[in-house]
Structures are given as structure tokens and as C-alpha cells.
């Protein structure tokens, strides 16, 4: 379990991290990098209420849900991900209403 006063977490030094999990507690934590491992999905972010970036470039990803739930997101890198064509017109195509209050920079979905 990562202490609540981290402002920044990297799980690039494992790179088999399988799943998002006991990190809704960090409620202070602004940049979550989890880059290079094998996520297959996103959620468990609830809870993650100052998140200014998430990077979630080069793993195994096919949809996105939940980040709509991180009202101070402004950056989500989602890169070298297995995203169909359909779901990135969705995230691409959701209203601004919908997307995090925030965001201004979603990368290369």
C-alpha cells in the first residue's frame, strides 16, 4: 500500500502490473504513470480526486472507462494500446460535457 501523501506514483519498474488497484486512497496524488506494463483496462480510479495526468501509453488497453470520474485530469496519454478504431471515435467523440472538466490534452488515442 503507497502512504496518501505521494503527489506523483511511476509502475514503470515492474512492468507486469496486470490491473489498477489500491490507489483510491491517494486522494493527493497528481500524476499516476503507468506506462509499459500489461493493463488491459482502465478503472478503480474513483477516489483519485487530484489526478492531473494519467499516462497509460504501451500496455495492453482495449477501452476506457472511469476517467470522467477525475474532475482535475488535464492530461491522458493512451498511445501503443490494442483501442479499437470504435472506441477511440467514442472517447474522441465524447461531448465535452462528459469528458473531465479539465482535460486539455488527450494524446494519441
Not at 58 to 68: K, M
Not at 85 to 107: A, C, H, Y
Request: charged content about 25%; hydrophobic content about 35%; aromatic content about 4%.
Amino acid at each position: 500500500m503507497i502512504p496518501g501523501k505521494y503527489r506523483s506514483v511511476s509502475g514503470r519498474a515492474a512492468n507486469n502490473i496486470t490491473k489498477i488497484e489500491n490507489v483510491n486512497h491517494l486522494c493527493d496524488l497528481r500524476v499516476l504513470n503507468l506506462a509499459r506494463n500489461l493493463l488491459s483496462h482502465v478503472d478503480n480510479l474513483n477516489g483519485l480526486d487530484s489526478l492531473t495526468e494519467l499516462n497509460l501509453r504501451h500496455n495492453q488497453i482495449t477501452f476506457v472507462r472511469d476517467v470522467d470520474n477525475l474532475p482535475c485530469l488535464q492530461r491522458l496519454f493512451l498511445s501503443f494500446n490494442n483501442i479499437s478504431r470504435e472506441e477511440k471515435e467514442t472517447v474522441e467523440s465524447t461531448e465535452e460535457s462528459e469528458r473531465p472538466p479539465n482535460l486539455i490534452s488527450l494524446r494519441h488515442v
